[in-house]
């Protein structure tokens, strides 16, 4: 078991943080950038199952999952613009199947909290998120607060009050 303060997630944003580590650190602000069009360029959308602390299951293809505490994640993206860390509540963000002009747009959109505009962006509150790949593509990689982790199955679970913070 794996624990996080801010934000996990899985599918593609993970595979840009992974690509991150063939660039040079001298590109700055620009690796992810960089990294995220070569990302695009062989991206495939997975066909994940999903079950979600109601008991509901459903398969869907997506481009990525990100189970945020706190509004902003990865150097002050707007992710879950609506997180609250006190709610006892995973906002999930989920992008189903943008073609790959429009993913290439989210790194920009996802800074202003823009990208919630998108029809094929949802958000899902939850306190329990278990996630596994269900197409023959290849494993589908974890990120927790920015870590690489490993690869799904993925089983997340809100542990309320386990942070005090003092105000």
């Known amino acids: 078991m794996r624990r996080f303060v801010n934000e996990a997630g899985f599918g593609f944003s993970t595979y840009v943080a992974q690509r991150t580590t063939r660039f040079p650190p001298a590109l700055g602000a620009w690796l992810y950038t960089v990294a995220g069009v070569v990302t695009i360029i062989d991206w495939r959308h997975r ?55 429009e993913l290439l747009t989210f790194s920009w959109r996802i800074r202003s909290g823009d990208h919630l505009r998108s029809p094929r962006v949802s958000v899902r509150r939850t306190a329990r998120l278990d996630a596994r790949v269900v197409d023959d593509g290849g494993p589908v990689y974890v990120q927790a607060d920015g870590e690489l982790l490993g690869r799904e199955p993925f089983a997340a679970r809100l542990l309320p009050g386990a942070l005090a913070f003092v105000g």
């Open 47 to 101: 066909a994940l199952e999903l079950t979600w602390d109601d008991g509901m299951t459903e398969t869907r293809r997506i481009a990525t999952v990100e189970l945020a505490l706190g509004r902003f994640a990865g150097g002050g993206m707007l992710v879950a613009p609506d997180a609250d860390p006190a709610d006892g509540l995973f906002d999930v963000m989920i992008v189903g199947e943008p073609g790959r002009l």
